[in-house]
């Protein structure tokens, strides 16, 4: 059964920093690429950074580009998203997901993955 669990959420002030964690179980974590994921009180779920399963590869939406940077430690099984220069239209819950299958294209959209974790709340404070 694949788990997903994030966290290091919490209340920070703009231009602050958060380092976010995705625990991951279940599976061969190397073998798939991952993907982090936020949603606002009345807004979609919206993408914010994935990377490969190697790790090699990275992407991010506009939006956090320049101050989100995404990683994957495979020896852990755990992905990172540090955050820095945190403003307050950051404030979401975010998730972590992983698709179904090894050889899947990193998406940018929801439907691009299968698991998902619990989502951790990130709250910048103006």
């Known amino acids: 059964q694949v788990q997903l669990a994030e966290s290091g959420g919490g209340l920070v002030q703009a231009g602050g920093s958060l380092r976010l964690s995705c625990a991951a179980s279940g599976r061969t974590f190397s073998n798939y690429a991952m993907g982090w994921f936020r949603q606002a009180p009345e807004k979609e779920r919206e993408f914010v950074a994935a990377?490969?399963?190697?790790?090699?590869?990275?992407y991010y939406a506009d939006s956090v580009k320049g101050r989100f940077t995404i990683s994957k430690d495979n020896a852990k099984n755990t992905v990172f998203l540090q955050m820095t220069s945190l403003k307050p239209e950051d404030t979401a819950l975010y998730y972590c997901?992983?698709?179904?299958?090894?050889?899947?294209?990193?998406?940018?959209?929801?439907?691009?993955?299968?698991?998902w974790g619990q989502g951790t709340q990130v709250t910048v404070s103006s």
């Open positions: 990377i490969s399963r190697s790790g090699g590869r990275l």
């Open positions: 997901a992983s698709p179904l299958f090894s050889d899947s294209v990193v998406g940018r959209t929801p439907s691009a993955y299968h698991y």
